[in-house]
DNA sequence: TCCTTTATATAACACTTGTTATATTATAGA
DNA sequence: TCTATAATATAACAAGTGTTATATAAAGGA
């Protein structure tokens, strides 16, 4: 019979984790894990086949916390649940920024555009019906409310503003009810 | 005497320029530098005291190679001064993806954080003067602006979306006249 | 008690990085 | 023509990476 177990799959990949927040994916190396888990290479080696398996995985769970998140926003009922996915969205980067970086700072060139079209068409069908706009109005609406979580998420993540609650809520508050009034009532603001 | 020169400071500064360009900062090491210059890795060091002070150099020109563009399109009379300046860090991004990231895209937590406070309160004092907006009001105006473009800019230079030459400009039209909308006219759209 | 099994440790490998010590070698002045 | 100079080339170093070969050792069954 061979020695009990000491370093098990699961704490490989939490201790990965950690180190991916603490340091980002450039930390993940292999003697780096070793130490975090008071142990040699050998263990990492023996539970995956290769550091880039391990990083796949981490990958998938820094998506798939990221997907709770998600769903616990729009769950709570402090916001909307539009407003919630974009909320989640900008708290992941603030609180997670490494882990919003792994997954949504990296290149993407010639890789999968818009994984979420089908969403984005249930988002926009929904703004159209409720505001009463034109299918374009209403992908524009949705584009740059997108683009504006976006934009929040990765300064807040780069460190380059600093997180205000409040600020975010109403910057997409004040552009979403900007651009409703200007689609609803063309002659608004001409100048 | 010693045998002429055959590679200068600049062939060395350019020719990082375009390994950074290529491959991204990641790409900068002495022996790409070397292979590209067709040299061994000697005449780097003894134009540079080390490849810190070399990689300081190709992000300053970086730099300038941004506020260029920057003065460029401000100066051609395409797009009104403020939404140049705009379109110049999105175009930006888009041509030069890689130098954009080494720019904008690096971690600042601990650093300086807004370097433009000055030229800020330039912009936010015109639109005031301009458009009859409360201090408030026109500050918010240019952060959404802002958050827009830098947003775009990230999609762009990751390869997040396809830039499409009217779809920024368009979506930072809708948002200006949107938000201002809303501001001069309060009670415009309640729901 | 001993033996087989295998989880872990140790040590080494091949490779890449920046950097430096040493060797070449081209050039202009003597 | 020879020589001092310094710009390059060659080669090596130390440190760090992933990975693998070998050694150690723990634990239950014989």
Not at 22 to 30: A, D, F, K, M
Not at 76 to 105: C, R
Not at 134 to 162: C, I, K, N, P
């Amino acid at each position: 019979m061979p020695p009990s177990i000491k370093i098990t799959r699961e704490d490989i990949i939490t201790a990965s984790m950690d180190l991916v927040r603490e340091q980002g994916t450039e930390g993940l190396t292999t003697r780096a894990l070793a130490k975090k888990l008071n142990c040699s290479t050998q263990p990492i080696f023996s539970n995956f086949p290769n550091m880039e398996s391990l990083k796949k995985i981490v990958f998938d769970k820094a998506y798939e916390l990221y997907a709770e998140r998600t769903f616990a926003s729009m769950q709570s009922g402090k916001y909307p649940p539009y407003k919630a996915s974009g909320m989640a969205y900008i708290e992941f980067a603030v609180e997670e920024p490494q882990l919003f970086k792994l997954l949504y700072m990296r290149d993407r060139t010639g890789k999968e555009k818009n994984d979420d079209t089908a969403e984005s068409e249930k988002i926009i069908a929904v703004m159209r019906e409720r505001n009463g706009l034109s299918y374009d109005q209403a992908r524009q609406l949705h584009t740059v409310l997108w683009v504006l979580v976006h934009g929040l998420a990765v300064m807040y993540a780069t460190g380059f503003q600093e997180y205000k609650a409040d600020e975010a809520s109403e910057i997409l508050t004040d552009a979403y009810l900007g651009l409703l009034g200007r689609f609803q009532n063309k002659e608004g603001v001409v100048k």
